[in-house]
């Protein structure tokens, strides 16, 4: 049985709705659909053609003679007959004039490009001369992020300013990604999140169990493909696998500074940022500085299931693969809450629209992030700049109320330290839980106090209203 059959379609609703809009438009439309691969373009491609029916080709690194050949077969099922040529984008022009509103979807498009490059160009020629006065709906998809920002897309590219529509897909926040972990107790989920990540290829994983160790159990037996999966992305996706592997390792370890984290992986830190901006663009890392100021820069995963295997598997990969995953489930459990701590600061941040909606933080997330300064941090700023500011300390663990408040204490003298106080000024404590609050959140001496687990319901609610 495939995935599909397995693991219903979740989430996506904005970029189904998107792809929807497209279909019905009168006239031409041209959607470009791109993202790291896993990250769910094929499925969400396969579910619009439920919906809408018409063409759809997978592309593979081969000659453009067998490409166009490939192409022209899949077209003869649609059609019920032989395209009377063999070249793509004449054959385009056929279903367009004999079908009238029809949808072509061609995956892996960049590897068309590869065996013929001129096809931009032709393609371009064919929708400034004729597509473009058709009902045909083109849909170009594939995995070469790059590819399609700059030599597809770029300013200076043939196909630029011809698409009516855009769409960047890259991994799920946690509000959208736990209907994979709904079986689970949400403590799990987000403890989950933090392994897997938000792209959908990992999450399946996790489809219908009911903990934390049912996941890692599957996802750590010898021969799983995650144990593969992030060394295998990076061999694929980059010239010097090794070097960019170097330098996640040593921020997993806890080096987040750029000069630090590139000289312990051996490379030359005056050309760390350009391993840093592949990184980022590939939705593994982010490069962020202390909110309102430009300097003093510190790395952060942005894909999880990337810092947990830099952190977990890739050091422990040879007990795996001698079957002594028992001894590394151990371990990871025992030090999961620690990790978990770093994911869950991301999580809270990712939600802020939605505790703006809830009450839970008041000032409306205009900008956010993490600022610190001369060894003092505060671990997420909300800003309304000319309104108000929100301070925010975040905590995994599970605390009273008076805990709470207590930690609330020293925020409003870091805050008047940071520059960002604007003139009204809140400050907030998020917990993993906040025994005996019956509610979300509450507001107790002039502070916030959000029991993030309570509330998860209720953000989970927002945000597929929100989508």
Known sequence: MSYDNLVPFIDRDVELSIL????????????????????????????????????????????YPIIAEEFARVVTDYLGRAPHSRDIVDVLREVAEEVGKAVVIIDEFQYIVEADPSLPSRLQRAIDTHLSSTELKLFLSGSAI????TELLGYRAPLH??????IRLRPMRFLNAADFLKRMPPEDAIRTYSVLG???????????????????????????????????????????????MALLRSVA??????????????????????????????????????????????????????????????????????????????????????HTSAAFETV???????????GAIPTRPIQHGPWWHKGEEIDLVVRDPGNSATFIEVKWASLDL?????????????????????????????????????EPYTVEGGVRVVDFLNAMPKLRELAHHRA
């Open 20 to 63: 929807l809009k497209e279909y019905e438009r009168r006239g031409f439309s041209f959607v470009t659909v791109y993202g790291r691969r896993r990250v769910g373009k094929t499925r969400l491609l396969k579910e619009f053609l439920r919906r809408s029916g018409g063409v759809y080709y997978v592309a593979a690194e081969l000659s």
């Open 146 to 149: 790059s590819f399609f920002e």
């Open 161 to 166: 300013g011809r698409r009516t529509a855009n």
């Open 198 to 244: 938000g792209t959908p290829a990992y999450l399946r994983w996790a489809y219908g169990k009911g903990s934390l160790r049912e996941v890692l159990e599957e996802v750590l037996a010898p021969g799983h493909p995650l144990i593969e999966e992030a060394e295998s992305l990076l061999r694929q996706e980059l010239r010097e696998p090794r070097r960019y």
């Open 253 to 338: 370890e806890g080096r987040p500074s750029p000069y630090e984290a590139a000289t312990a992986a051996g490379i030359d830190p005056r050309a760390v940022h350009r391993y840093l901006e592949v990184l980022q663009n590939l939705d593994i890392i982010a490069l962020r500085r202390p909110l309102g100021f430009r300097r003093g820069a510190r790395i952060y995963f942005t894909d999880q299931y990337f810092r947990f295997w830099f952190r977990y598997v890739q050091p422990m990969r040879h007990l795996i693969e001698v079957g002594r995953t028992d001894d590394v489930i151990k371990h990871i459990l025992r030090t999961i809450d620690t």
């Open 348 to 358: 809270v941040e990712e939600s802020l629209p939605e505790l703006h909606a809830l």
């Open 402 to 438: 008076s805990e709470a408040i207590r930690e609330s204490r020293h925020l409003a003298d870091k805050a008047r330290r940071t520059g960002l106080q604007e003139r009204t000024n809140h400050y907030v404590v998020v917990a993993k839980e906040v025994r005996g609050l019956r």
